[in-house]
């Protein structure tokens, strides 16, 4: 089974570039979480996706990100236009079941991304 | 205050030697409690959840202490693959927001 797969692996950008991140959760996971950490911060949540539905959206820094789920498939996230803070591993993670207190998430293996 | 603080080490043990990470919460909500594992430059994975009555994975025991709001990760018979960054993440009740520590650096030496 494949597992979540993030592309691209890494990106380096100028500032006040755009920079499209995506993610493919683990196929017939609903839950979609983007998560963020930087250099020497513990990882942040961004936002969660129920299918293609934004549940919580509340970890988004700044309206520079947009973040879609289309048809509740793959997501992507877009940064726009990109800032030097906005440097950092970005983690895509699913699951499947949230109803079960234990449900573990499944992550990919991030962006790392460097603007510059 | 964050929701989990965790000692960022790093620990620096010898091969066979037993070493135990602390992780608190502040949310007494707290639901449901897990370790995960990051080696350099990957992505966080599963090592164990970590329920009420405490649970035990091979070398791997971990406890919960809720009156405390802490939780425990031991490691017995410490190996040179175990060196690693252990994070400790909780999830809350009735929210499907995972929160994580800034992680625990171990370090297993020959």
């Known amino acids: 089974e494949a597992g979540v797969t993030q592309f691209p692996s890494h990106s380096v950008i100028e500032k006040g570039q755009t920079v499209t991140l995506r993610c493919d959760p683990i196929?017939?996971?609903?839950?979609l979480y983007w998560y963020r950490r930087v250099m020497g911060k513990e990882i942040k949540f961004l936002l969660h996706?129920?299918?293609?539905?934004?549940?919580?959206e509340s970890g988004m820094p700044n309206n520079r990100f947009l973040a879609e789920r289309t048809g509740g498939t793959y997501s992507t996230l877009k940064v726009q236009p990109a800032e030097l803070e906005d440097s950092g591993v970005y983690f895509c993670?699913?699951?499947?079941?949230?109803?079960?207190?234990?449900?573990?998430?499944?992550f990919g293996s991030g962006t790392q991304l460097s603007v510059l | 205050r964050k929701e989990v603080e965790q000692d960022p080490g790093p620990f620096n043990v010898p091969e066979g030697a037993t070493v135990a990470f602390n992780c608190t919460y502040s949310?007494?909500?707290?639901?449901?409690f897990f370790w995960y594992r990051q080696d350099c430059r990957k992505e966080p994975k599963l090592l164990m959840s970590?329920?009420?009555s405490g649970n035990e994975d091979g070398r791997f025991t971990a406890q919960l202490n809720r009156a405390s709001q802490y939780i425990s990760l031991l490691i017995r018979d410490s190996k040179l693959s175990d060196s690693a960054t252990y994070l400790c993440?909780?999830?809350?009740?009735?929210?499907?927001?995972?929160?994580f520590g800034s992680g625990t650096k171990l370090n297993v030496k020959p």
């Open positions: 993670a699913s699951s499947q079941d949230l109803g079960y207190s234990y449900e573990k998430l499944f």
């Open positions: 196929s017939g996971h609903d839950n």
């Open positions: 996706f129920v299918k293609e539905s934004k549940q919580d």
């Open positions: 949310n007494s909500a707290s639901q449901s």
């Open positions: 970590v329920y009420s």
């Open positions: 993440v909780v999830r809350r009740r009735n929210f499907n927001k995972f929160y």
